[in-house]
């Protein structure tokens, strides 16, 4: 039998037109499939989604508390390595042909080169849907979290699928530029270089990689104080993926002189875009930060809960409920008169000069700022609770700490000052801050097997202020902690007087506590 | 069936010709740039940021070395009397000689880059604990066939790899497996690497091996008979 194959005509009426279209989408539709089925998707996907489903298996403080006009941003950075799958996989399925050796068989195709790019750019779609299910997915779930607060950003969530669609662009792209399959994986090396450099370096770099950082040594903003241009940043992106798609569909044959008019203007708006999204921080928001860290209370809303006034920037008040939990914890071994004092918890931001670590905060401020609100010696907490990053559970101890060495002094100096707590205060204070809560006790014991030579700093918001306390103390608190709460509980109330007492010694307060063998007076820490 | 050293040496021309050269290059090219653009540029690089520099070089090696077994004629050469494991080992070993001297470049370059009093600090033995261990299983999985799948294993390999090493730094602290040298997830994370490079090596022990016993032939045929006897 004889077969005859005729070649695709070269001009064509509108039904020519028609058909080659719908052979377009049919091949995009089958592609779609095809890289949906992909194992380096499936991989990517595997591994992108595993340590969200161990963060849930185990309950961890990660996802607990999360805030979710910060987490609509955090999403992002695991997206990357769905992006990793989706540049290698629209690559490898672009270079199907050349590796299966087939290119001479779709010279008989009804389909020309630029036409089947053009269907594996369509295809890249079906990535971009399934990585906007994940991202919707991980938010609504944490959204649900008892312990969620603020509200996602739709413009912040839609930038991972479309990096994933960027990255499949490009991934096509260096299809048509090289049949050399080594390109794409070297190509991930050097995009990981550059998000690396994006994620330390200053603000015009944070803004070229494909998502844009944020300085995370930052404690979580209120939205208002927060600046991220993140249309301009999108629009980027959007035009960066029209440059390469473009260009990638005339590398395949189709006419410079129907790509190149488009692809300029994207290029054009990829210059103008990428210009604007490195914009120095406004002056309004400078200003508002500056007003925020020294003089917050005129943007805040206070409550009340038990005798307790919980003061927080918008919309962090619902945290009031989990530092109510740490005040509760640590007045319920308090005697009457301490336990039923007025006392004051204000969410604080503390910015550090640029290039330090270890600045003072702003003690003068604060305390002009909560007189004037009516809310002296008022304790100050983060804006951030839980252990998003893995460092920022010290918040929760840092705050405890501070709360109870506001019950044990009556004051808030000692939580300021930078002397060391020796004597018998000292445990008493790290105690009831320790077992206030069972996340403040985890705390704690991560915070000892952190430290340096076993004694402990409890820096106001990760500050250079605030005070120490030395190794014996932490080691008789560790000890304490192994004994039945109560017991300790029914002691520290009944001793009260003398454990607050900065006369009292940490020998006579172990004594007091039953903790008093092989003790001995602190000697290092300026004790 | 062992061979001796001749028809090895007579083996590795052919083998070199039939190798995926330009992966090879490219890898060695993006190596040596991380390794040494910082030195070149006038980059004074922080001990931290050194090593990062070193396991970017490291990456881009290994990513190279990915099609490191990739045989265009594999399928026709599967019926030759050569054991696989020759043919693995000839290639594994001169493209392990060769990473070694391109990584050992690359480290100098940034060891160049650093200030000259904390250049003793750069650590060797443990990241080039991290270049064998990524090695290995880099050859582990180049080796691979996934069913009968004919596609070369660089296809499989170098995207494979790529994911995990993504996966990798995205690991929090307490897993890190790129922790910075001096910190204190550096030792933990160098048994991680000690564990990786043991599976990576028993992987490839595995792939040597011959699919189907040589001794045992399904259907011996008078040619490989007469190929037998002549060897």
New interface residues.
């Given amino acids: 039998m004889t077969t005859t194959v005729s070649p695709p005509p070269t001009t064509g009426g509108p039904t020519i037109r028609s058909s080659a279209t719908a052979a377009v989408l049919t091949l995009a539709r089958a592609e779609s499939w095809r890289l949906l089925e992909h194992p380096v998707i499936l991989v990517a996907l595997l591994l992108t989604v595993a340590p969200w489903v161990y963060e849930w298996l185990s309950g961890g403080l990660a996802s607990r508390y999360p805030v979710m006009h910060d987490e609509d941003r955090f999403v992002q950075v695991p997206m990357l390595l769905f992006a990793a799958g989706a540049l290698l996989a629209a690559n490898l399925a672009a270079l199907r042909v050349q590796r299966h050796n087939m290119v001479a068989f779709y010279s008989v195709q009804l389909t020309t080169t630029a036409q089947r790019t053009v269907a594996h750019l369509l295809s890249l779609l079906s990535l971009g849907s399934l990585a906007g299910g994940v991202v919707t997915l991980r938010l609504v779930w944490l959204a649900t979290a008892p312990g969620a607060i603020g509200s996602v950003r739709i413009l912040e969530a839609i930038t991972a699928p479309l990096v994933i669609l960027l990255a499949g662009v490009l991934g096509l792209f260096l299809a048509r530029l090289t049949t050399a399959l080594v390109a794409a994986p070297l190509v991930i090396v050097g995009l990981a270089m550059l998000t690396l450099a994006g994620a330390v370096g200053s603000r015009w770099i944070r803004w070229v990689g494909l998502i844009a950082f944020e300085d995370e040594t930052v404690a979580s903003l209120p939205p208002d104080l927060m600046y991220r241009p993140v249309v301009w940043h999108l629009v980027y992106l959007a035009a960066l993926l029209v440059v390469l798609a473009l260009v990638t569909v005339a590398l395949s044959g189709a006419r410079w002189s129907l790509t190149a008019p488009g692809a300029v203007v994207a290029a054009v708006a990829v210059a103008v875009a990428g210009a604007a999204q490195t914009a120095a921080v406004p002056h309004d928001i400078v200003t508002a930060r500056s007003e925020a860290a020294t003089r917050p209370a005129r943007a805040q809303v206070c409550r009340d809960v038990d005798r307790v006034t919980f003061c927080a920037f918008a919309p962090y008040e619902a945290r009031s409920e989990q530092w109510a939990a740490v005040t509760r914890g640590v007045l319920r071994w308090a005697p009457e008169p301490v336990a039923n004092a007025r006392y004051a918890v204000r969410q604080r931001i503390f910015f550090d000069s640029p290039g330090e670590m270890s600045d003072p905060v702003p003690v003068a401020d604060w305390r002009a700022d909560d007189a004037a609100a009516g809310t002296p010696e008022s304790v100050p907490v983060s804006t951030t609770w839980g252990d998003r990053e893995g460092y920022s559970q010290v918040q929760m101890i840092q705050f405890s700490a501070a709360f109870a060495n506001r019950t044990a002094t009556g004051s808030t100096a000692a939580i300021y000052d930078n002397a060391p707590i020796c004597g018998a205060r000292g445990l008493l204070i790290l105690w009831l801050g320790a077992q206030a809560t069972p996340e403040t006790e985890q705390a704690y014991r991560r915070s000892i097997a952190n430290s340096y030579g076993g004694s402990i700093v409890m820096p106001v918001l990760t500050s250079g202020s605030g005070p120490s306390f030395p190794r014996e103390t932490a080691d008789l608190v560790k000890a304490l902690l192994g004994r039945p709460v109560d017991e300790v509980g029914t002691q520290v109330r009944q001793h009260w007087q003398q454990l607050a007492d900065p006369a009292t010694g940490l020998v006579e307060g172990a004594r007091l506590l039953g903790v008093g063998a092989g003790v001995s007076e602190p000697s290092g820490l300026r004790c | 069936m062992l061979i001796g050293p001749r028809l090895a040496l007579s083996l590795a021309p052919h083998l070199l010709r039939a190798t ?1 050269r ?2 090879l290059a ?2 060695v090219v ?1 190596a040596l740039a ?1 390794g040494w653009i910082p030195f070149a540029a006038g980059i004074a690089l922080e001990l931290a940021d050194a090593t ?1 520099m070193l396991r ?1 070089a490291l ?2 090696m290994v ?2 070395l ?2 490191v077994l990739d045989d265009p004629a594999a399928s026709t050469i599967a019926t030759l009397p050569t054991p696989r494991y020759v043919l693995v080992v000839l290639r594994l070993a001169p493209a392990t000689v060769l990473a070694t001297a391109v990584w050992s470049v690359a480290w100098w370059g940034c060891r160049l880059a650093l200030d000259p009093e904390v250049r003793s600090l750069l650590p060797l033995g443990g990241v080039l604990l991290e270049g064998f261990a990524l090695l290995a299983v880099t050859f582990w999985l180049a080796g691979t066939r996934w069913g009968n799948d004919v ?1 070369p294993g ?3 390999a ?10 990798a ?2 690991l ?3 897993t890190a497996v790129f922790p910075p040298p001096g910190t ?1 997830r550096w030792g933990d994370s160098r048994q991680a690497w000690g564990v990786l490079l043991a599976v990576g090596l028993a992987g490839i022990v595995w792939t040597s091996h011959e699919p189907t016993p040589r001794a045992r032939p399904l259907a011996p045929s008078v040619s490989s008979e007469k190929e037998r006897i002549t060897n």
């Fill in positions: 995926n330009v992966a490219t890898g993006v991380f990062t970017f990456f881009g990513i190279g990915a099609f596609a660089g296809v499989l170098a995207p494979a790899v790529v994911l995990l090493l993504i996966a730094a995205l929090p602290d307490s204190e």
